[in-house]
C-alpha cells in the first residue's frame, strides 16, 4: 500500500488516511483517523521539520537509539468499522509484532519509509476503484475544495498547538 494522502471527510469534517494498492486493482482504503494523527502524516509526507519533535518523531528517534526497526505495518482487519493495525519491529533479540491503531502506524511508517500492507479482507471489505467511487465520494470538485481547506489547515497549524 501506499500512503496518497490525508484528505477531510465531508459532511462529517473527519480526517482521513488513504492508502493505495501499489499492485493489483488499485483499490484505496480510507480509514478515518483523529486530527493530531491527520497532521502527524501530513507533515511526514510533505517533510515538514518542527521545532520539537512531535509524538510519532520522538518514537521514530526512540526505535533508532535503540537499534530497533519498524519491518512493515499490516492494516489486519476490521471489526464495526474499526480497524486495526500491527506494527512488526526488529531487534536485537527478533521481530516483536505491536497492535497499533492505523493511524499511529500509518504516521510512523511515513517517517520511516516502512512498507505499509493491507489484508486481502480489509480490500475486499473496505476498498474501491479509483475509477468508480462510492456514492458516498463527493465529486471532483468538491474533492478540490476539501483538499484545499485541509491544505489551509496544515498551513496554518502550529505544533505548540498539539502541546499538552
Known sequence: MEVIGVRVDMPSSSPIALLREREGANRIVPIFIGAPEAT???FALEEVVTPRPMTHDLLQNLLDDL???????TI????EGVFFAEL???AHDGV???SVRPSDAIALATRTGSPIYASDAILDEAGYLEDTPSADEPDPEQSEEVVEQFRDF????NP???AS
Open 88 to 90: 512488526d519491529l526488529h
Open 160 to 162: 505548540d498547538d498539539f
Open 40 to 42: 502527524a502524516i501530513a
Open 154 to 157: 496544515i498551513e496554518s497549524v
Open 67 to 73: 537499534g530497533v526497526s519498524l519491518e512493515k505495518v
Open 76 to 79: 489486519t482487519h476490521l471489526e
Open 96 to 98: 516483536h509484532t505491536l
